[in-house]
């Protein structure tokens, strides 16, 4: 099992570009979260999954938009980017159930200029 | 809204010292709490997971106590190792809106040398 992985592992943008972030995992989860994490600071949760085709805001959702076309994947958007969005994005799986933990991939490091 | 406070921010200590990490919580309606372990550039790794109706859970040299009432848990590593260096992240969880929803704080970064 490779667990949670994402694409890319790091990436710099400038200001007003769009891009994707991959996640992908093999555990069969039905839930899946997209993170951000800044210094000093713990991790927000951004958008989340409870299910393939549904898709719900965090605390955090402006500026980014996601799909779960298949129950394996979780795409993260960036339509135009900005700044304040340079940050290490995390993703997330579990099966769902309250007393499961989470499983997070590598991150990925986004700078915008 | 939950609030989370990892208390102290940053510790170094020689190897061999058992450490209190220190977390607290201002909702105390949670359903579990979790203790991740992150490592520079990785993503976070879970530690244990209590459960609201537990009072601990031990895993090898890693004691985590729960106290919901008062909001508070505490992460006891025993003999620390150098390998134990990493940030500690603490993080009760609402079950809200379908799903287990992590509330995390800033964490605790430890640094044991040799």
């Known amino acids: 099992n490779a667990g949670v992985t994402q694409t890319p592992k790091f990436r710099v943008l400038k200001t007003g570009q769009s891009m994707t972030l991959l996640c992908a995992q093999d555990?069969?989860?039905?839930?899946m979260y997209w993170y951000r994490q800044d210094p000093g600071m713990g991790l927000r949760l951004i958008h989340y999954?409870?299910?393939?085709?549904?898709?719900a805001k965090g605390e955090v959702p402006d500026g980014y938009n996601v799909s779960r076309l298949k129950k394996q994947n979780f795409l993260l958007g960036l339509e135009s980017a900005a700044p304040s969005q340079t940050s290490v994005y995390f993703c997330?799986?579990?099966?769902?159930?309250?007393?499961?933990?989470?499983?997070f991939g590598p991150g990925t490091r986004l700078l915008v200029l | 809204k939950q609030e989370v406070t990892q208390i102290p921010a940053a510790l170094s200590v020689p190897e061999g010292e058992n450490l209190v990490l220190n977390c607290s919580f201002t909702?105390?309606?949670?359903?579990?709490l979790q203790w991740f372990r992150q490592d520079p550039g990785k993503g976070l790794t879970s530690l244990l997971l209590i459960q609201s109706s537990q009072r601990e859970q031990t895993s090898g040299r890693l004691n985590a106590s729960l106290d919901k009432s008062s909001g508070r848990s505490t992460l006891y590593i025993a003999a620390s190792q150098p390998g134990d260096s990493a940030t500690y992240l603490c993080a009760p969880a609402l079950f809200s809106g379908g799903y287990n929803k992590l509330i995390f704080g800033a964490g605790t970064r430890l640094a044991v040398h040799p």
């Open positions: 999954s409870v299910g393939e085709g549904t898709t």
């Open positions: 997330a799986s579990s099966y769902g159930m309250p007393e499961e933990t989470q499983y």
């Open positions: 555990m069969n989860h039905e839930y």
């Open positions: 909702d105390s309606a949670i359903y579990n």
